[in-house]
């Protein structure tokens, strides 16, 4: 039988802030973009067919939208979801600071 090797459990780092939470991260993209392209809450939540309250909870991180919910609001934006969703992941990426990945 051939050699065991044991390796030490991988140790994650103790973060310097906490992560944040993917609803946050989501919000502060969809206002961003929001913001950018110069339209309003009001605007942006009737095309998208949800609240202009929901909408803003939304964007302040305070509400965790369905994915048609995202879908809706992201169209509304001319985002794709896929191209929110990868925004998303390289935001909280930018404020977790490095990622080790295990293969």
Not at 68 to 85: H, K, N, Q, S
């Amino acid at each position: 039988m051939g050699d065991v090797v044991a390796f030490p459990a991988p140790q994650a780092p103790e973060p310097s802030r906490p992560e944040p939470l993917w609803r946050e991260a989501v919000g502060h993209e969809l206002r961003s973009e929001r913001q950018q392209a110069g339209r309003t809450l009001t605007d942006v939540a009737e095309q998208s067919g949800v609240s202009m309250q929901y909408l803003s909870e939304v964007e302040r991180g305070l509400k965790e939208p369905s994915s048609e919910i995202l879908g809706a609001v992201a169209g509304a934006l001319g985002l794709r979801l896929v191209d929110l969703t990868a925004r998303v992941t390289r935001s909280i990426g930018r404020m977790s600071g490095p990622v080790c990945l295990a293969a």
